[in-house]
């Protein structure tokens, strides 16, 4: 008996919203096939899933979720016939077709369309097949080149194409080309570019715009949902006083990346002396304030650092003081400054950059000098990963469970829906399938996750030398790398370096006994073939202390083997 998935798909949203479109007609033709031929052929096969892309394009796979789910279950074997309406509800390119056709021929799997009936084992059978994807192929390409012709067209005479119409301006109901004035918010606009020449910061300007309850542009969607009219940012302030399209002129681009501007058929709502004051303006500030600090100071332990109290990565910033420039790891600026119900409340605002690459790199050398420090830790993540590891294989079958009920359900619906009188609308049942669809695939994610966390702590036996041997490599490439150039060698060791009032928590990747099957470009073991474990540190101490939850004294330190300390998770 054949295992079955059908797969249908429309290229648009309107067409997925039509009640009895598209995606329905597909839906009850497939299944009538399914019938008829276990009507002719008893037990001829059994429907097991259906996959639904709402709204999307053949020209890739990338795109469509479902597409790649019904090729993931041809791989388990879940599936080995695939059905749809026709050739190119499954592919509009020549060169995913080929992939898709040699995954069904290396799983023995098989797909029927119900237009091109093709006989697929024979040689002129796939012939046919292949000419056809690719007629489908240069249909689609002709239509892409067709758009974009009309589109270029289009701009060039000036007409807005769509997207997201600028703050100040209405589409026009009696042609959708050209934009008309929205004179509430044209006077924001104006207000805005008066605000920044005379406030002259972005920032300072976003404060009085929200002191005065200035907001951004408010719309309603194509699916009938509210967008904007929120505070501005010091990004949609920059974006705003920067688009000229408030000076009546419409932007035009080429193939080769070059841009020009020709007049628009909407009319300007800031002068152009107004316009040019404001960009000289814009462009001081960007000198002044904003020059390439990341050529002066390169920020070495980028996207490792986070704050411990909220989660957040602290990014590399730099602020002038009295004699001379700082630099930092700092949260994230806020969007809204006067609402202090999301200001940051963490403790720690900002860890001086300098400061903390000392820490961490005195940190690891602390570890050399003390070997005893290194079979403290190894001992700490062993005895994490043996305790662990019960309760994540009781959660991986409670998935399992869950997983095969859900199955069930969904088979026993699909079922009740092949039995249904004709006139009997299905729209009900096909939500349910679809709900239960995606909470399986959400049950699936997270077996995968427990699997992959059960290889974890099953896992090899840390190489004690093998550790000291990248600590010491790490160090001296760092001794002889400029500062610029010291970010690959730090998240070559480095997992993450979090932040905390008193102190630092540094994981890093440790190399295992068993021979490894990548290596990294400068010869030392890829991380992803390696655990991470965990060192926590008190924030300014030469050698640093372990700690953790229900902490246990050993000599000087303490250790212990409660969450967090030890990162049993892997790169």
């Not at 069930?408 to 096909?430: C, D, G, H, M, S």
């Amino acid at each position: 008996m054949k295992r079955i998935g059908i797969y249908l798909r429309v290229s648009t949203e309107e067409q997925a919203r039509i009640q009895d479109g598209s995606l329905v007609s597909q839906r009850n033709r497939l299944l009538e096939y399914i019938e008829f031929q276990n009507k002719r052929e008893p037990n001829w096969g059994t429907l097991v899933d259906i996959y639904c892309d709402e709204g999307k394009s053949a020209k890739n796979m990338n795109g469509r979720p479902e597409f790649l789910r019904l090729l993931n279950d041809v791989k388990l074997g879940r599936i080995d016939l695939i059905i749809a309406t026709e050739l190119s509800r499954l592919n509009r390119s020549i060169k995913d077709f080929c992939e898709v056709w040699d995954l069904l021929k290396h799983h023995k799997a098989s797909f029927v369309t119900l237009r091109e009936n093709f006989d697929t084992t024979t040689a002129s059978g796939e012939m046919m097949v292949f000419n056809l994807i690719n007629y489908a192929q240069y249909e689609r390409m002709q239509t892409s080149e067709r758009i974009a012709a009309n589109w270029l067209s289009r701009s060039k005479r000036g007409l807005f194409n769509g997207g997201t119409i600028p703050l100040g301006y209405d589409r026009n109901p009696k042609n959708k080309g050209e934009l008309v004035i929205n004179k509430e918010e044209a006077c924001i606009v104006q207000k805005v570019f008066n605000l920044f020449l005379e406030k002259e910061s972005l920032r300072k300007t976003q404060v009085a715009l929200i002191e005065a309850g200035a907001f951004n542009k408010k719309f309603t969607n194509k699916n009938g949902i509210e967008k904007g009219g929120k505070v501005f940012s010091v990004d949609t302030l920059n974006s705003l006083l920067t688009n000229k399209a408030y000076l009546g002129l419409r932007e035009v681009k080429h193939k080769d990346g070059s841009a020009e501007f020709i007049k628009a058929v909407w009319p300007a709502i800031v002068s152009e002396e107004i316009f040019n004051k404001v960009q000289e303006r814009l462009s001081k500030n960007k000198n002044r304030y904003k020059p390439e600090t990341w050529k002066k100071y390169p920020f070495p332990l980028t996207e490792l650092v986070q704050c411990g109290e909220c989660g957040k990565s602290l990014g590399g910033k730099s602020g002038t003081g009295r004699i001379e420039k700082h630099f930092y790891y700092g949260h994230p600026q806020l969007k809204n400054p006067l609402a202090k119900d999301h200001a940051h409340q963490c403790q720690v605002k900002n860890v001086r950059a300098p400061r903390l690459e000392e820490i961490v790199t005195r940190s690891l050398r602390a570890l050399l000098n003390d070997p005893s420090l290194i079979s403290k830790w190894i001992e700490i993540y062993q005895s994490k990963t043996t305790s662990e590891l019960p309760e994540v294989q009781m959660q991986a079958k409670k998935l399992e469970l869950e997983i095969q009920t859900t199955s069930k359900r969904i088979t026993n619906l699909v079922q009740r829906i092949a039995e249904l009188p004709t006139e009997v609308p299905a729209e009900a049942f096909y939500e349910q399938i679809k709900q239960m669809t995606q909470r399986m695939n959400e049950l699936k994610l997270a077996k995968e996750n427990l699997k992959t966390k059960e290889m974890d702590l099953r896992g090899q036996e840390v190489d004690q030398d093998g550790l000291k041997a990248k600590i010491e490599n790490v160090l001296k490439n760092l001794e002889k790398a400029p500062k610029e150039k010291q970010r690959p060698i730090f998240t070559n060791l480095v997992k993450f370096i979090e932040i905390h009032p008193t102190k630092i928590k540094m994981g890093i990747y440790a190399p295992t006994k068993e021979p490894l099957k990548a290596t990294g470009t400068d010869g030392n073991p890829s991380p992803r073939s390696e655990n991470s474990i965990l060192r926590e540190n008190n924030e300014g101490a030469a050698v640093l202390p372990f700690s953790s939850k229900n902490p246990t004294r050993v000599g000087s330190s303490t250790v212990g083997n409660g969450a967090p300390p030890i990162n049993i998770d892997t790169i």
